[in-house]
């Protein structure tokens, strides 16, 4: 399989400049050179390959006659979760852009203990970019703004099925096994610190129609909790997707 490399626009056939870093990783980490077949994709479902048409300490140049557009998975799988200490979350962002989550929400909740930075968040995005690469996924993950608990749930539509990990619900896959078959653009799981939730934080979600949901009798830690649901709800949807 030919190397992989992200563009910051849309793919169309024609000529395409790689941007600084991929560039400098086509040209001074795998040594390409001129005549090189790569493929470029560009984050939003469209991929495409062809030769190299220059490679200089300046710039390097992609020929695509063809691209190929992959639409996207539906329902899209959302993840508002805490954030966990560290590289716990580098490796949480690669395994859920792995896993095909759409959109990840860091959230700040009464018990949270971590709130990351814009240049945190920033840097999980080249992650995600990366993940992208490895598992030749074309689409991004969308990494969102860090958002209070009260106020995401405020933002939530009614019609996207919502579910809270928290002990005593129903198992995730038969909760969500029940609204699959639906036509429903997302699907949305909120995880927790390692706190907990506090009463009024399930309260709130509730009063706006969230189901709990439960990923087992073990107490997880945040990123393997998100992992759990995400490799649930991957699952099911794969399975859906089949028996259309």
């Known amino acids: 399989m030919p190397p992989r490399f992200w563009i910051d626009r849309p793919l169309t056939?024609?000529?395409?400049?790689?941007?600084?870093?991929?560039?400098?990783?086509?040209?001074?980490?795998?040594?390409?050179?001129?005549?090189?077949?790569?493929?470029?994709?560009?984050?939003?479902?469209?991929?495409?390959?062809?030769p190299l048409q220059r490679v200089?300490?300046?710039?390097v140049m992609v020929q695509i006659d063809a691209v190929e557009t992959?639409?996207?998975?539906?329902?899209?799988?959302?993840?508002?979760?805490?954030?966990?200490?560290?590289?716990?979350?580098?490796?949480?962002?690669?395994k859920a852009t792995e896993l095909g989550v759409s959109r990840l929400i860091p959230?700040?909740?009464?018990?949270?203990?971590v709130d990351p930075r814009d240049s945190k968040l920033d840097r999980l995005r080249g992650q995600v970019i990366a993940a992208?690469?490895?598992?030749?996924?074309?689409?991004?993950m969308e990494i969102a703004p860090v958002v209070h608990w009260s106020e995401f749930v405020a933002s939530l539509r009614e019609a996207a099925p919502f579910f809270?990990?928290?002990?005593?619900?129903q198992t995730l896959s038969q909760t969500v096994s029940q609204v699959m078959p639906a036509a429903t653009a997302e699907v949305i799981v909120a995880i927790g610190p390692e706190g907990g939730?506090?009463?009024?934080?399930?309260?709130?979600?509730?009063?706006?129609?969230?189901?709990?949901?439960?990923?087992?009798?073990?107490?997880?830690r945040i990123e393997t909790a998100a992992l759990a649901a995400a490799v649930l709800l991957s699952g099911l949807r794969h399975d859906r997707d089949q028996n259309l």
């Open 13 to 50: 056939c024609g000529t395409h400049e790689l941007c600084e870093s991929e560039a400098h990783h086509a040209r001074s980490v795998l040594r390409l050179a001129v005549g090189s077949v790569v493929e470029v994709f560009d984050g939003r479902g469209a991929c495409g390959v062809g």
């Open 132 to 140: 992208c690469k490895q598992s030749r996924r074309n689409e991004l």
């Open 197 to 220: 939730w506090t009463d009024e934080e399930v309260a709130l979600a509730e009063s706006r129609g969230a189901q709990r949901i439960s990923l087992g009798p073990q107490i997880l």
């Open 164 to 169: 809270v990990a928290h002990p005593g619900g």
């Open 56 to 59: 200089d300490k300046k710039v």
């Open 70 to 94: 992959t639409p996207s998975a539906l329902p899209r799988i959302v993840l508002a979760t805490a954030v966990p200490k560290g590289e716990r979350m580098d490796w949480l962002v690669e």
């Open 107 to 113: 959230l700040k909740t009464t018990r949270s203990t």
